[in-house]
């Protein structure tokens, strides 16, 4: 099983800049996926990015493409989630997903959560 913390979350102005950092441990495989998905109150959790394991390939959202980078230090086992220009439209827990999705944006697809990191941006 694949254990998932994620840490990096906190309270910023819109504008600003956050990086979130995800730990990956437990078992894994070389064709796992990692990727964000954010959840804001009463709204569905919603894809935002993800990165496979091996090579690195690169999906995003549309509502943070050019804004958010993801990237993975693999000796350390860490995926991480950049995030610039922040907008209060951006405030959500955010979780990290660990899987073999078909389809990435699919939150049914991943089988593996954290617990989550919240990220406050205010106007």
């Known amino acids: 099983q694949v254990q998932l913390v994620e840490s990096g979350g906190g309270l910023v102005q819109a504008g600003g800049s956050l990086t979130l950092s995800c730990a990956v441990s437990?078992?894994?495989?070389?064709?796992?996926?990692v990727g964000w998905f954010r959840q804001a109150p009463g709204k569905e959790r919603e894809f935002v990015a993800a990165?496979?394991?091996?090579?690195?390939?690169?999906y995003y959202a549309d509502s943070v493409k050019g804004r958010f980078t993801i990237s993975k230090d693999n000796a350390k086992k860490w995926v991480y989630l950049q995030m610039n220009s922040l907008k209060p439209e951006d405030t959500a827990v955010y979780f990290c997903?660990?899987?073999?999705?078909?389809?990435?944006?699919?939150?049914?697809?991943?089988?593996?959560w954290g617990r989550g990191t919240q990220v406050t941006v205010s106007s």
């Open positions: 997903a660990a899987g073999f999705p078909r389809t990435p944006a699919i939150e049914s697809e991943w089988s593996s």
């Open positions: 437990g078992r894994t495989f070389s064709s796992y996926q």
């Open positions: 990165i496979t394991w091996n090579a690195g390939s690169r």
